[in-house]
């Protein structure tokens, strides 16, 4: 009989893969770990965010060769580097719910508050009656709530660079070489209440009320998460030259390389099962799984830049030509399915079917024509702003997967830089600014499509100079907040970052 069982719950695991062969990721982002966080690329220069991540009319800094090169022109000996980030950072989700359908069941299973409802009282009901799940409170087989927080400490080094300057053919040049965080791709995502497939969409519409007490619609309620930690690095050099008295240009190139730990979790909470004006809540076909792995990732990426600039004011360009990344990713998988339910003599206990595989690959994903323009102004000899504005045309960003297939995951975005500095004595400069950050996805279910998630950064830094030292410190503060509404519920998400960036630079007296 044993054996029968086990017999039978392969027959229906195997049921069920086929089911889950293209899955149906609803009321979360879901999609597995691929190239998230990779977007979020890293300005290396501490004085430049303290002013709002301008890049143009920032002077003196080497800590700018791989994001305007031109600038380099500015240095006057041979100059070093280092620097540094401590990031913190708290996240949360919280959920609202609403009846759904005149299923009054199915808000306190969501929301957690099952526990405040008593049974009903099924003596009332005469002798011939057979109650049902409409008759009784149906609870969840967990403790897990709709709402979580998360926080994270993260310190790194940011940069080593040096870069001296030199004559060539009569023109005056600027080499540098130096090792940078290119992206920190660091990355968590949770939802509690996922639902698949989804009776809560807005966009591909919830379940049909028709013949439910006969064929009742079926969806899987389960917890998930995903979380990455880790960097790209970016090795390599810059060149720039000065064309004439106020145009100079300039070129960079870095080898990427980095590596991150990947997790991606999955805990089967049950099966919802719908009736007309009723909900049951049992186990058939609650998968769980755990998958941890690496992701090794390599590529290069090359930047042209060229600056204006007069007594009163500069401007400027930087390109960034198309270029691909790829990833090779190894992990292994466990996942424990429950096949059926059967009553054992006075209980009813679930069949599980648990296996352990293995899975590597490799994958791409190919990044479009980028870049940055900007300008800024001289106010009076010892006060200085400027506006920089950068161009992400990440919809056309091209992903190819394991299997070789392609599709465009992300959406455009454009960041708006504002800041400036001031003097406020030789060894003494105040910066501060703000930039209007985009993410490369949208709320879910937002109704203006392809608006991406935006939210400003906040900043403010000093310079200290003690002969030829520097010394450069950034805070940086950003609330990013946005609301995934849905058929009668609503995800409200939030994260909060708290930055420090600093940088040691030295520089000696050199001949050109």
Same mark, same amino acid.
């Given at each position: 009989?044993?054996?029968?069982?086990?017999?039978?719950?392969?027959?229906?695991?195997?049921?069920?893969?086929?089911?889950?062969?293209?899955?149906?990721?609803?009321?979360?982002?879901?999609?597995?770990?691929?190239?998230?966080?990779? *977007?979020?690329?890293? +300005?290396?220069?501490?004085?430049?965010? @303290? $002013?709002?991540?301008? &890049?143009? =009319?920032?002077?003196?800094? /080497?800590?700018?060769?791989?994001?305007?090169?031109?600038?380099?022109?500015?240095?006057?000996?041979?100059?070093?580097?280092?620097?540094?980030?401590?990031?913190?950072?708290?996240?949360?989700?919280?959920?609202?719910?609403?009846?759904?359908?005149?299923?009054?069941?199915?808000?306190?299973?969501?929301?957690?508050?099952?526990?405040?409802?008593?049974?009903?009282?099924?003596?009332?009901?005469?002798?011939?009656?057979?109650?049902?799940?409409?008759?009784?409170?149906?609870?969840?087989?967990?403790?897990?709530?709709?709402?979580?927080?998360? *926080?994270?400490?993260? +310190?790194?080094?940011?940069?080593?660079? @040096? $870069?001296?300057?030199? &004559?060539? =053919?009569?023109?005056?040049? /600027?080499?540098?070489?130096?090792?940078?965080?290119?992206?920190?791709?660091?990355?968590?995502?949770?939802?509690?209440?996922?639902?698949?497939?989804?009776?809560?969409?807005?966009?591909?519409?919830?379940?049909?009320?028709?013949?439910?007490?006969?064929?009742?619609?079926?969806?899987?309620?389960?917890?998930?998460?995903?979380?990455?930690?880790?960097?790209?690095?970016?090795?390599?050099?810059?060149?720039?030259?000065?064309?004439?008295?106020?145009?100079?240009?300039?070129?960079?190139?870095?080898?990427?390389?980095?590596?991150?730990?990947?997790?991606?979790?999955?805990?089967?909470?049950?099966?919802?099962?719908?009736?007309?004006?009723?909900?049951?809540?049992?186990?058939?076909?609650?998968?769980?799984?755990?998958?941890?792995?690496?992701?090794?990732?390599?590529?290069?990426?090359?930047?042209?830049?060229?600056?204006?600039?007069?007594?009163?004011?500069?401007?400027?360009?930087?390109?960034?030509?198309?270029?691909?990344?790829?990833?090779?990713?190894?992990?292994?998988?466990?996942?424990?399915?429950?096949?059926?339910?059967?009553?054992?003599?006075?209980?009813?206990?679930?069949?599980?079917?648990?296996?352990?595989?293995?899975?590597?690959?490799?994958?791409?994903?190919?990044?479009p024509w980028r870049g940055t323009f900007g300008f800024g102004l001289k106010l009076r000899e010892n006060l200085r702003i400027g506006i920089s504005y950068e161009v992400r045309s990440y919809a056309s960003a091209?992903?190819?997967?394991?299997?070789?297939?392609?599709?465009?995951?992300?959406?455009?975005?454009?960041?708006?830089?504002?800041?400036?500095?001031?003097?406020?004595?030789?060894?003494?400069?105040?910066?501060?600014?703000?930039?209007?950050?985009?993410?490369?996805?949208?709320?879910?279910?937002?109704?203006?499509?392809?608006?991406?998630?935006?939210?400003?950064?906040?900043?403010?830094?000093?310079?200290?100079?003690?002969?030829?030292?520097?010394?450069?410190?950034?805070?940086?503060?950003?609330?990013?907040?946005?609301?995934?509404?849905?058929?009668?519920?609503?995800?409200?998400?939030?994260?909060?970052?708290?930055?420090?960036?600093?940088?040691?630079?030295?520089?000696?007296?050199?001949?050109?």
């Amino acid at each position: 009989m044993k054996h029968s069982n086990n017999t039978f719950a392969s027959v229906m695991l195997l049921c069920l893969g086929l089911a889950y062969t293209q899955p149906v990721f609803a009321q979360a982002f879901g999609d597995p770990l691929t190239f998230q966080g990779l *977007s979020h690329t890293t +300005s290396q220069s501490a004085a430049a965010r @303290a $002013a709002g991540g301008i &890049t143009f =009319g920032m002077k003196n800094d /080497v800590s700018l060769m791989f994001l305007n090169p031109a600038s380099l022109t500015t240095i006057q000996g041979l100059q070093f580097s280092l620097g540094g980030l401590q990031r913190y950072s708290y996240s949360k989700q919280n959920q609202y719910y609403s009846g759904i359908q005149g299923t009054s069941a199915f808000a306190p299973l969501m929301e957690g508050t099952t526990g405040s409802i008593s049974d009903p009282d099924t003596n009332i009901y005469k002798i011939t009656y057979v109650p049902t799940q409409a008759d009784s409170v149906q609870r969840p087989f967990d403790s897990i709530g709709p709402n979580w927080n998360k *926080s994270k400490d993260k +310190s790194l080094p940011v940069q080593f660079l @040096a $870069a001296v300057p030199f &004559t060539l =053919g009569g023109h005056q040049m /600027v080499g540098g070489v130096g090792f940078v965080e290119y992206a920190n791709l660091n990355w968590y995502y949770q939802n509690n209440n996922s639902l698949s497939p989804s009776v809560l969409s807005v966009v591909n519409g919830t379940i049909a009320t028709a013949t439910l007490n006969s064929n009742p619609y079926a969806t899987q309620w389960y917890q998930y998460y995903q979380q990455r930690d880790g960097s790209i690095y970016g090795y390599g050099g810059a060149l720039s030259a000065v064309l004439s008295e106020k145009l100079s240009v300039g070129v960079s190139g870095m080898i990427l390389k980095g590596s991150t730990d990947d997790i991606e979790v999955r805990v089967g909470r049950g099966r919802m099962l719908f009736f007309t004006n009723s909900l049951r809540l049992d186990r058939p076909g609650t998968t769980s799984f755990t998958k941890t792995g690496t992701s090794d990732y390599s590529g290069a990426e090359f930047s042209l830049s060229a600056e204006y600039t007069s007594r009163y004011f500069n401007v400027g360009f930087s390109v960034k030509p198309p270029s691909t990344i790829t990833r090779k990713f190894s992990m292994v998988i466990s996942q424990d399915s429950v096949a059926l339910s059967k009553r054992f003599l006075s209980k009813i206990d679930s069949i599980h079917v648990i296996t352990n595989s293995s899975m590597s690959g490799e994958d791409n994903i190919q990044l479009p024509w980028r870049g940055t323009f900007g300008f800024g102004l001289k106010l009076r000899e010892n006060l200085r702003i400027g506006i920089s504005y950068e161009v992400r045309s990440y919809a056309s960003a091209q992903y190819t997967g394991l299997n070789g297939t392609t599709t465009n995951p992300w959406l455009s975005c454009s960041i708006l830089h504002v800041g400036g500095e001031y003097t406020a004595a030789s060894w003494l400069t105040l910066r501060a600014g703000v930039s209007n950050y985009q993410e490369v996805y949208q709320p879910l279910t937002e109704g203006i499509r392809g608006e991406p998630v935006n939210y400003p950064i906040y900043a403010i830094g000093c310079g200290v100079a003690v002969g030829n030292a520097h010394l450069n410190v950034t805070y940086e503060y950003s609330d990013m907040k946005y609301v995934d509404t849905w058929s009668n519920a609503v995800s409200i998400n939030r994260q909060i970052t708290n930055s420090v960036i600093a940088s040691f630079s030295y520089e000696i007296s050199w001949l050109k």
